[in-house]
């Protein structure tokens, strides 16, 4: 059982922030910032890279109106746009979504940060062409 196909067909209660025939977007129950919100689409697909090309373009668009709204609505001071593919990128539920996480300031409860490895580039880029 998806739960997140469980809220679409209305089985299971969510706050819903826009729906369309394709989309559905919800607040996250954890509110990681005021304001989290998932956005999902309808059909079911484990991952974005699951998603045909349209299908994809169209939900991203939909994100793109839902972060300007939110980040305006709520006045905050940017976001961030997060897609988790997998559980080792910390996909939890296996029905694609994007997670729009309004931020207001460096003190608000998530925090995102990269650490350097050093990595011979040049093998890298060759790796990834194949």
Do not use: W
Not at 102 to 114: K, L
Request: hydrophobic letters at 35%.
């Amino acid at each position: 059982m998806c739960v997140f196909c469980e809220i679409i067909k209305g089985n299971i209660p969510s706050a819903k922030v826009y729906e369309d025939d394709d989309v559905l977007a919800i607040l996250d129950i954890s509110q990681t910032t005021k304001g989290h919100t998932l956005v999902m689409p309808k059909k079911h697909y484990e991952t974005f890279l699951d998603m045909p090309e349209d299908e994809y373009a169209s939900l991203m668009k939909t994100v793109q109106k839902l972060a300007g709204q939110i980040t305006r609505n709520l006045k905050a001071n940017g976001c961030n746009i997060l897609i988790n593919t997998k559980e080792a990128a910390g996909q939890t539920v296996m029905h694609t979504h994007v997670h729009i996480i309004p931020r207001y300031d460096s003190n608000d409860t998530i925090e995102i940060g990269f650490k350097e490895n050093k990595f011979d580039l040049s093998e890298v880029l060759n790796e990834i062409k194949g």
